[in-house]
């Protein structure tokens, strides 16, 4: 999950995500960000996600869980 | 539903030429970020990111016939194109003059064609390239057809809210004038299609039509939540769902396509696919690992997205000496409204005309 964490810090331009952050709280969290999120997730994980998931995932902790739950075994 | 594939094989067809008609008024991005509900960095950001730059608008009340009848009369006039060769002119646009008569049948009148030629409006855009390229193949299996014009255009810049930077900013407008004929060489062309009407909603004007008419509460800007105005008369876009229709969807398409005609990925010169942003399109060519030097980019960021034109666009500002040369094998995608989904393979070269026009 670190890498996980890692790469949404990137995303949204801060230093560090923690598991318990709820996304939607950063100020960079918009469409753009969300879009990105998507692409990264596509990329490298083998995941597709809507725009809603992310919207409901209450933590990127629980973003993370749903993204194991999709990958391809 | 799923099922297979929809295969279409074409012998001894060719594009013989290719005109882009884009608007000469032409507006940047840092222009026009003030009118979006959004912090100037995030913009700045989308910028970057998408690769938004410059884009070509028609003026206020300029339709597709306009654009379509200002770029047959300079072929006519520069000779590429004699208007009694014309035997098939297909027009595909998602933003027709009126509800009705068929735009195809106004140019034809505003242009004095002979009335055999055989006209029809064709309801595609963003994967309507191949689509028309389909059409016009097809036919010219007709002994008696020696001369297929195909015209992809639209005005979706006057469709669109300038308040939505979901698609304001990606929009630009423009016709493509194909002109497909025999080849006298034993040429193979390749097609799959595919269409998903369960998904039509990701990408349409809810308003406008019979099912909503316009009227003033369909003018109305709204917030839907994503801080963009927009109404249901303008176009309303998914982005995400888009993305992601793409990235699953268009590289199985063009493997089929390939595998069909036994050639591989790496034996392609070029991948010309339809210009939705440069984000996407290197989105796409990673997915497919093709180098993003044989998937040109950059249709957007100098004249926007302008639906079912980009595919010629991008041969035209990209490889114009080639094509009108020996030529390279290309594999031409588009995807968009419907969903529809389209990928091609064939030879471009030879082509007496390749080339950019303004419209003023």
């Known amino acids: 999950m670190n890498e996980f964490l890692e790469k949404l810090a990137v995303i949204l331009e801060v230093d560090e995500v923690n598991g318990e952050d709820d996304l939607r709280a950063f100020p960079q969290w918009d469409s753009l960000t969300v879009l990105s999120v998507i692409a990264m997730l596509d990329a490298d994980y083998g995941v597709n996600l809507r725009a809603a998931d992310l919207q409901e995932a209450a933590s990127a902790g629980v973003l993370w869980k749903l993204v194991q739950s999709k990958k391809s075994p | 539903m799923r ?6 094989t074409f012998r001894r067809k060719r594009i013989s030429g290719m005109l882009a008609v884009v608007p000469a008024r032409e507006r940047t991005f840092l222009e026009e970020m003030s009118n979006f509900n959004f912090p100037e960095s995030r913009s700045l950001k989308l910028k970057e990111v998408m690769g938004y730059d410059r884009r070509r608008l028609v003026e206020p009340g300029v339709c597709v016939s306009d654009l379509a009848v200002f ?4 072929l006519f006039e520069g000779g590429w194109l004699q208007p009694d060769e014309i035997d098939g002119l297909f027009l595909i646009t ?3 003059d009126y509800l009705m008569p068929p735009t195809s049948n106004v140019i034809q009148g505003r242009l004095g064609l002979k009335q055999d030629a055989y006209c029809l409006d064709i309801s595609q855009g963003c994967a309507g390239f191949v689509i028309g390229l389909i059409q016009a193949f097809s036919l010219l299996e007709q002994e008696g057809v020696r001369k297929v014009v195909l015209i992809n255009a639209d ?6 809210s300038p308040k939505d930077r979901n698609i304001y900013p990606l929009v630009g407008d423009a016709a493509a004038i194909t002109v497909i004929e025999r080849d006298a060489a034993d040429s193979v062309i390749h097609a799959s299609v595919k269409m998903d009407g369960t998904r039509s909603e990701v990408l ?3 308003a406008g039509g019979l099912r909503l008419p316009s009227s003033p509460e369909t003018a109305v800007l709204e917030d839907v939540g994503d801080k963009n105005l927009r109404a249901k008369d303008h176009l309303f876009m998914d982005g995400s769902a888009v993305f992601n229709f793409v990235q699953t969807e268009v590289p199985p398409l063009i493997e089929d396509t390939l595998k069909n005609a036994n050639v591989a990925v790496d034996a392609v010169d070029y991948f010309l696919c339809h210009q939705p942003n440069r984000f996407m399109l290197q989105k796409l060519a990673d997915k497919m690992k093709v180098p993003h030097a044989r998937m040109p980019n950059n249709v957007v960021e100098r004249f926007g997205n302008s639906s079912g034109a980009t595919i010629p666009i991008a041969v035209i500002i ?3 000496e080639q094509v009108k040369g020996a030529g390279c094998l290309a594999c031409l995608a588009g995807f968009g409204v419907g969903m529809t989904w389209s ?5 471009l070269g030879g082509l007496s005309f390749c080339e950019l026009v303004d419209y003023a």
């Not at chain 2, 099922?3 to 279409?8: A, P």
């Not at chain 2, 770029?71 to 300079?74: F, K, M, P, V």
């Not at chain 2, 005005?155 to 669109?160: A, E, G, Q």
């Not at chain 2, 990928?343 to 030879?347: I, V």
């Open chain 2, 71 to 74: 770029g047959l009369r300079h």
């Open chain 2, 94 to 96: 998602q933003t027709p």
């Open chain 2, 343 to 347: 990928s091609m393979l064939m030879r």
């Open chain 2, 3 to 8: 099922g297979s594939v929809v295969k279409f």
């Open chain 2, 204 to 206: 349409m004007i809810p």
């Open chain 2, 318 to 320: 990209n490889l114009a």
């Open chain 2, 155 to 160: 005005v979706l810049s006057r469709k669109t």
